[in-house]
């Protein structure tokens, strides 16, 4: 369940979160992937993105199995473990990096638990301020879930498309910082519509939360940006952003910068 005793890396992140909402500021919230294409870059890219106008920034962790992720992302996580990249070098390019945006690691929960119980600590005082985890659903690991949610780190929740209401209250009840919401079933990529139910959804899950809701998995065009920022409090832009990133830094710059001026202008 959520932490809760106040901690200063959560705070950060929830703090940045209420300011945004506050100004009616729709956040941007781009993904890359630590160690992709390579490390030294990886480092560029965070920087870079980090002033073209992100407001959170999700770094994933390279895992072997990333089964929610499709197949632009699961190469990007394969040639970061290709170049060494793990738990632990994740978290040196984090203090490398110091960027100005709050962090969310994106990870699995093989990589967290291989890390070692200090692993939300080591985050933490690395820089990082909250932690999504994709294959831990509420309920499926009450200890893991404890010790996640009394942790420093904000625990964000991902809520499915096709989750019942009171499924919806009971995810948003266990986290904190902000809700994932998944605009579409199946796995992360690149689209290039948005789903007609997703107005509906997002109405019920508003019902369910007072958290900033999020949305995600599809979004790679200001158009897209546009019509998903006039109903959520912010977009989450993942495979684009990656795909951006393999032809160079100054595209994925130019990509994040393109998404954040359409934001602004809603």
């Given at each position: 369940?959520?932490?809760?005793?106040?901690?200063?890396?959560?705070?950060?992140?929830?703090?940045?979160?209420?300011?945004?909402?506050?100004?009616?500021?729709?956040?941007?919230?781009?993904?890359?992937?630590?160690?992709?294409?390579?490390?030294?870059?990886?480092?560029?890219?965070?920087?870079?993105?980090?002033?073209?106008?992100a407001d959170v920034i999700e770094l994933g962790i390279p895992f072997s199995d990333p089964m929610?992720?499709?197949?632009?992302?699961?190469?990007?996580?394969?040639?970061?473990?290709?170049?060494?990249?793990?738990?632990?070098?994740?978290?040196?390019?984090?203090?490398?990096?110091?960027?100005?945006?709050?962090?969310?690691?994106?990870?699995?929960?093989?990589?967290?638990?291989?890390?070692?119980?200090?692993?939300?600590?080591?985050?933490?005082?690395?820089?990082?301020?909250?932690?999504?985890?994709?294959?831990?659903?509420?309920?499926?690991?009450?200890?893991?879930?404890?010790?996640?949610?009394?942790?420093?780190?904000?625990?964000?929740?991902?809520?499915?498309?096709?989750?019942?209401?009171?499924?919806?209250?009971?995810?948003?009840?266990?986290?904190?910082?902000?809700?994932?919401?998944?605009?579409?079933?199946?796995?992360?990529?690149?689209?290039?519509?948005?789903?007609?139910?997703?107005?509906?959804?997002?109405?019920?899950?508003?019902?369910?939360?007072?958290?900033?809701?999020?949305?995600?998995?599809?979004?790679?065009?200001?158009?897209?940006?546009?019509?998903?920022?006039?109903?959520?409090?912010?977009?989450?832009?993942?495979?684009?952003?990656?795909?951006?990133?393999?032809?160079?830094?100054?595209?994925?710059?130019?990509?994040?910068?393109?998404?954040?001026?359409?934001?602004?202008?809603?």
């Amino acid at each position: 369940m959520a932490s809760t005793s106040a901690t200063t890396s959560s705070d950060t992140l929830t703090r940045r979160l209420g300011a945004l909402r506050d100004a009616g500021r729709r956040a941007l919230v781009p993904y890359v992937t630590a160690g992709h294409p390579d490390p030294a870059t990886s480092v560029a890219l965070l920087r870079r993105i980090d002033a073209a106008g992100a407001d959170v920034i999700e770094l994933g962790i390279p895992f072997s199995d990333p089964m929610a992720d499709g197949p632009i992302i699961q190469e990007s996580s394969q040639r970061a473990l290709d170049h060494g990249m793990t738990f632990e070098r994740t978290l040196d390019l984090i203090r490398e990096a110091r960027v100005r945006a709050p962090i969310v690691l994106f990870t699995y929960l093989n990589p967290l638990l291989a890390a070692g119980p200090d692993a939300l600590d080591r985050a933490a005082a690395a820089g990082a301020h909250g932690v999504l985890v994709t294959d831990l659903p509420v309920g499926a690991d009450p200890v893991r879930e404890q010790w996640l949610g009394n942790g420093p780190l904000a625990f964000v929740r991902l809520v499915a498309p096709t989750t019942p209401l009171e499924r919806m209250r009971e995810i948003a009840a266990h986290g904190s910082g902000f809700v994932y919401l998944i605009s579409r079933r199946g796995v992360t990529g690149v689209r290039t519509d948005v789903p007609v139910e997703l107005p509906d959804t997002l109405a019920r899950l508003r019902q369910a939360t007072t958290l900033p809701v999020y949305v995600g998995f599809g979004i790679s065009t200001a158009e897209q940006a546009k019509a998903v920022g006039r109903l959520a409090d912010g977009i989450v832009v993942g495979s684009a952003i990656v795909q951006a990133a393999d032809k160079s830094v100054d595209a994925a710059t130019e990509l994040v910068s393109t998404l954040r001026r359409a934001l602004d202008a809603i």
